[in-house]
């Protein structure tokens, strides 16, 4: 089946650093993927939308310029938290979708990343 | 726009028991309706889908759903909870958004299995 690759899967940064997190389809190309936030014990609230070659489509109330993503081939996103701080700690998930797929269509999930500011 | 509720924060069963843990949604077509299982720390893993057909759904694991269109549900369903089911259980409505479905997630239900 369609396998998503998340790293890193834990990181501990210094306030005020960028951090960089990458999600790899690995044996499909996904044309599309998300990024989610996750605070404890809640839902997965989504961030933005990433189509290949184009710019991400952010969700309200999102920092486009703190959160940067990159979705620069068919095959690998980035999100990027820039200058972060202790309230940027969370645990992100990204999926992949893949529309010419017709039998997957629901979401491939990474294993997520836990972001602790400090 | 779509919604999803998952009435119920904890569940707990003990081993052996029967399961089920409800949803209800609130969209404006046929929903696309999806059960996800997430283990501490991980990602989610799709646990079963439904889009049409039969209301019915068998999934993996021995989970099961029915989409009970009049009640606005999708209530998640096993016979026999198993103690490495405990996990955190989410419910999403899908929308179609171009060629992709944006899945609404409910807050989820964390599953608590006593031995």
């Known amino acids: 089946g369609a396998v998503v690759s998340q790293h890193p899967s834990r990181v501990i940064c210094k306030s005020g650093t960028s951090v960089k997190i990458e999600c790899r389809s690995l044996?499909?190309?996904?044309?599309?993927m998300f990024w989610y936030r996750q605070f404890p014990k809640q839902s997965l609230m989504l961030m933005a939308t990433?189509?290949?070659?184009?710019?991400?489509?952010?969700e309200q109330g999102v920092e486009k310029d703190k959160f940067l993503i990159n979705h620069a081939s068919l095959t690998l996103s980035t999100l990027t938290v820039t200058s972060a701080h202790p309230e940027d700690s969370s645990f992100y998930i990204c999926?992949?979708?893949?529309?010419?797929?017709?039998?997957?269509?629901?979401?491939?999930f990474g294993s997520g990343t836990r972001l602790t500011v400090v | 726009a779509q919604s999803v509720t998952q009435p119920d924060i904890h569940i707990t069963v003990s081993e052996g028991a029967s399961l089920e843990l409800r949803c209800n949604y609130s969209?404006?077509?046929?929903?696309?309706l999806f059960w996800y299982v997430q283990s501490p720390g991980q990602g989610l893993q799709l646990l079963l889908k439904?889009?049409?057909?039969?209301?019915l759904v068998q999934g993996i694991k021995g989970f099961e759903a029915e989409f009970k269109r009049s009640q606005s549900s999708f209530n998640l369903r096993k016979p026999s909870v198993h103690w490495s089911d405990a996990a955190e259980y989410f419910c999403?409505?899908?929308?179609?958004?171009?060629?992709?479905?944006?899945?609404?997630f409910g807050r989820g239900t964390s599953l608590i299995v006593h031995p």
């Open positions: 990433s189509n290949e070659g184009s710019k991400a489509t952010y």
């Open positions: 999403a409505v899908g929308a179609r958004s171009g060629g992709s479905y944006i899945p609404t």
């Open positions: 969209y404006g077509a046929t929903p696309y």
């Open positions: 439904y889009f049409s057909g039969d209301t």
């Open positions: 044996d499909f190309q996904a044309t599309t």
């Open positions: 999926s992949a979708s893949n529309p010419r797929d017709r039998g997957n269509y629901g979401y491939t």
